[in-house]
């Protein structure tokens, strides 16, 4: 089974809509949870940290549900400058240092 | 705002030589790794690295590669007898804290073409 699975995509919405990715992963024991984005052939770049009760930050709002191993990233009035690849990305030690485990990815293209 | 700097960006090896990339981590953080992602596949974790020693590896990081801190500023990774396989974007990543929840930041990487 993979680590973390995503839904590759693409995503094609139109400028203001609002779009939601969804990612499972399979360690129950995994203790921090961000989403990265990524752009073509660019380095990963922090979104949002994952918060068990549910976080929001402006335009996007990240769930987390430890009993379902699920989370979920929503981005409202979606901008061109949203398009990107959305990883999903899971520290699955807790206390380890930095051993990230990535998703492959969910390709979101904004249009005009 | 403090960045993680990579050299050299691009770079074209002939199968069976050896290559060294190159990191800057920001400079007040002690933490340092090294990641890989191959054209059209998910970022995987290599190396982590603190006090001056490997504290975590994966089964990626066999005995082809090594990393090393030769001086204050820079952290190295060393390929030796690159394969085909090899060809990937080497991205270099450090953070303050090592525990669970700590943010990395990754350099722009290093684009790895072994021929």
């Given at each position: 089974r993979k680590e973390v699975e995503q839904d590759p995509g693409p995503f094609n919405v139109p400028e203001g809509a609002t779009v939601a990715f969804n990612c499972t992963y399979s360690n129950s024991a995994?203790?921090?949870?961000?989403?990265?984005?990524?752009?073509?052939?660019?380095?990963?770049?922090?979104l949002m940290s994952v918060y068990s009760s549910g976080n929001e930050d402006g335009r996007f709002t990240a769930q987390l549900n430890r009993a379902s191993q699920y989370m979920s990233l929503l981005i409202r009035d979606s901008k061109l400058s949203d398009s990107a690849t959305y990883l999903c990305v899971v520290n699955p030690h807790g206390g380890s240092?930095?051993?990230?485990?990535?998703?492959?990815?969910?390709?979101?293209?904004?249009k005009p | 705002e403090p960045e993680v700097t990579q050299t050299p960006s691009h770079q074209v090896t002939q199968m069976g030589q050896e290559v060294i990339l190159r990191c800057v981590p920001i400079s007040n953080h002690l933490y340092f790794y090294w990641y890989r992602q191959i054209l059209g596949q998910k970022v995987e974790f290599l190396v982590s690295f603190y006090n001056n020693e490997i504290s975590e590896k994966s089964e990626i990081f066999d005995d082809q590669f090594?990393?090393?801190?030769?001086?204050?500023?820079?952290?190295?990774?060393k390929i030796r007898s690159t394969k085909l396989?090899?060809?990937?974007?080497?991205?270099?990543?450090?953070?303050?804290?090592?525990?669970?929840?700590?943010?990395?930041?990754?350099?722009?990487?290093?684009?790895?073409?072994?021929?």
């Open positions: 995994s203790q921090s949870f961000f989403w990265y984005r990524q752009d073509c052939r660019k380095e990963p770049k922090l240092q930095g051993n990230l485990i990535f998703g492959k990815g969910t390709k979101l293209s904004v | 090594s990393v090393e801190r030769p001086d204050g500023s820079n952290f190295t990774l396989e090899d060809s990937a974007m080497y991205f270099c990543a450090s953070s303050e804290a090592g525990e669970g929840g700590t943010v990395l930041t990754f350099g722009a990487g290093s684009r790895l073409t072994v021929l």
